[in-house]
C-alpha cells in the first residue's frame, strides 16, 4: 500500500498550533475587582436626604403665614382699644425691627383697652409703638371733650393742633337762658371766645347718629378760670346745645402744656 503526500496548508488544529508563540504556558492574570466604599455611599445618601429637607422646608416657610390685626376703622389719637376696632389679616411672617405689625394672638393680653397713642386709619396694620397706657393729663391742665358739630371745625383737624374754641349758638338771639350759661351769668354775645387756646388730643367721629366730631382738649386751668362766666359751666352749656366751633391757631401758637 503506499502512502499520499499532500503540500496543502496543515489542518485547522495543526495551525493554531503552529501559530501559538514560544515559551511556557499559564493562566491569565485574573482582572481587578471592583472595590467597594461604603463610606463615600452612605455620605451621598446623607447629601440627598439633607437636600430634600432643606428644600421641603423652604417651600413650607416661604408660604407660611400669620394673622395680624387690621384696623377696621379710623381711630383716633387718645380712643380705647376694642375688639370691634380689628380684623385678622393674614401676612407672611416678617422679622422686620423698622415695622413690626401685631398678631391676633397679642390682642387680648397686650392691646385691649389700650389707648391709641396716634390716630390709626382703616385699613392699616397695628404696629408697636402706636397704643400704650392712658397718659394723664399734665399738673395745670384740664382735659375736656367737646361735640363739635358738622361744618363747624376745621377740615383734616387731628390731634396736636392747637386751636381756639368759640359760642356759635344757632341763632344770634340764643344767650344765657337759651344757651345754658351759668344762672344769674349775663347772655354771651354770638363768637365769644370760650376759650383762647387749647390743645389738641384726640378727634373722632360723633358716634351718636348726630354727625360731627368729638374733640378732646388740654385746657390750662388759669386759662379755662379767665374764660367767659366762670369757664367751665359756660363751656359745658354751649356744649350741651351743639353751640360750639372749633377754630385751628397757628402751631407756631405759644401754648404751654403745662409740667408733670
Do not use: C
Not at 188 to 201: C, D, F, I, Q, S
Not at 249 to 260: A, E, I
Amino acid at each position: 500500500m503506499s502512502t499520499q503526500t499532500t503540500d496543502g496548508p496543515l489542518s485547522t488544529r495543526a495551525t493554531r498550533r503552529a501559530a501559538a508563540p514560544a515559551g511556557p504556558t499559564g493562566d491569565r492574570l485574573p482582572v481587578p475587582t471592583r472595590q467597594r466604599r461604603p463610606a463615600l455611599a452612605a455620605l451621598a445618601v446623607v447629601l440627598i436626604l439633607g437636600g430634600a429637607a432643606l428644600a421641603a422646608t423652604l417651600v413650607l416657610t416661604s408660604g407660611q403665614k400669620q394673622e395680624y390685626l387690621l384696623v377696621n376703622r379710623d381711630i383716633a389719637a387718645g380712643r380705647t382699644l376694642t375688639a370691634d376696632d380689628f380684623l385678622q389679616q393674614p401676612l407672611s411672617a416678617t422679622n422686620s425691627a423698622i415695622f413690626a405689625p401685631v398678631p391676633v394672638d397679642d390682642f387680648y393680653t397686650r392691646v385691649e383697652g389700650k389707648k391709641a397713642l396716634v390716630a390709626m386709619k382703616k385699613g392699616s396694620l397695628l404696629s408697636e409703638g402706636t397704643f400704650g397706657e392712658a397718659i394723664t393729663p399734665a399738673r395745670g391742665l384740664a382735659d375736656l371733650s367737646l361735640t363739635v358739630p358738622e361744618g363747624q371745625y376745621p377740615d383734616g383737624l387731628a390731634a396736636g393742633d392747637i386751636v381756639k374754641v368759640v359760642y356759635t349758638p344757632k341763632t344770634s338771639g340764643q344767650g344765657s337762658g337759651e344757651g345754658g350759661t351759668s344762672s344769674g351769668a349775663r347772655p354771651l354775645p354770638r363768637g365769644t371766645t370760650l376759650v383762647a387756646a387749647a390743645y389738641t388730643t384726640g378727634v373722632r367721629a360723633n358716634s351718636s347718629g348726630q354727625g360731627g366730631v368729638v374733640v378732646t382738649i388740654q385746657v390750662k386751668d388759669e386759662d379755662l378760670d379767665e374764660s367767659p362766666n366762670d369757664g367751665l359751666p359756660a363751656l359745658a352749656a354751649a356744649n350741651a346745645n351743639n353751640s360750639i366751633t372749633v377754630v385751628r391757631l397757628d402751631p407756631t401758637h405759644d401754648y404751654d402744656k403745662g409740667s408733670r
